[in-house]
């Protein structure tokens, strides 16, 4: 739930003056599916060592509630369907990143847990790529409703504005909104488990996980990394008050834990990490930038884009029309001057050449 919220915010963030809410439901059911599959995959691979946890032990596999072949089956095609519904519904980039981010957090985050400590930070870069998702998705959505209408109106010429829309979509459609959170989430996992690891560090020795507690037996790393990371969060809250309360709460608590790295300090800093992120998805939201410049850079692009040719189509039938009422006398067909084909806003077209019927 915790990534459907945070592709959902993704999308809404990524939005210019209005949402899709079509688009945004699609985005959230398809990145619903493709999470459980990435979880129950995790689970699938994690059984023995879940089966040695106290917090994990009560897991279905572990437990015996279900089969590791009833799992593998669920998870096969809940994410083939999730992927699927994606590139149907939003685009084919958000369900290639849903794709990407199913094989790196199962295939790639999972073994790595039994490795080396590293994969605490591949899996941050996993929690911060469901909003990019969906940011991505709501961007080329709006894109390809503009595309859609231009080439409604004005058919085949507009082929080259059609790619270029889709090569901003693909260099430079996301807006400032939709890349706060997911810097934001990278950043914010580290504290929080940060802290999950202090407090668990016994149980994942137990599973044989190569976490930093392992190596870290004073805590004093995990403290300065989960301090460290809660600092990085302070420019990313643009929202003033609230946000630096926030980061100021988060902070302290980081910053009381690493003076002092008790069990209770590291439970302080892993409930606060609990409330930041729902309070600040919230604030973006509320606080969401409209993109004005954004948008209206798109409104006025097509806006332009479609006086020029409605200007251009009237001016063809005004000789279109000049042609019918003018009767030649020497029996040959008048044609429109081939200025009008080959001027702006059209000058890749190239010079027709007429030819009697």
Known sequence: MLVVATSG???????????????????????????????????????KNDAKMKRTMRRPLPSGRLTVSHAVAWASSVGVAGTGLLAWQANALAAGLAASNLILYAFIYTPLKQIHPVNTWVGAVVGAIPPLLGAFSSKLAELENIRLGLEFEFGCMFINLRLGLVWAAASGGISLNGMILPAALYFWQLPHFMALAYLCRDDYVAGGYKMLSLYDTSGQRIALVALRNCLYLVPLGWFCLESSLL?????????????????????????????????????????????????????????????????FMQEIRDVEIQNREKKPTNGTRVWPPVAYASVAPFPFLPVPSYTES
Not at 22 to 45: D, H, K, P, R, Y
Request: charged share 10%.
């Open 9 to 47: 915010t993704g999308y809404v963030l990524g939005s210019s003056q209005v949402i899709d809410l079509a688009g945004l439901s699609w985005t959230c059911i398809g990145t619903m599916m493709v999470a459980a599959s990435a979880n129950s995959l995790n689970q699938v691979f994690e059984v």
């Open 247 to 311: 980061t100021m709460g988060i902070g302290a608590t980081a910053a009381s834990f690493y003076f002092n790295r008790t069990a209770n300090n590291a439970k302080r800093m892993f409930l606060a990490s609990l409330l930041y992120l729902p309070v600040f998805m919230s604030g973006l939201v509320f606080h969401r930038l409209s993109d004005n410049w954004q948008s209206n850079l798109e409104i006025d692009f097509a806006k332009v884009i479609g006086d020029d040719c409605s200007m």
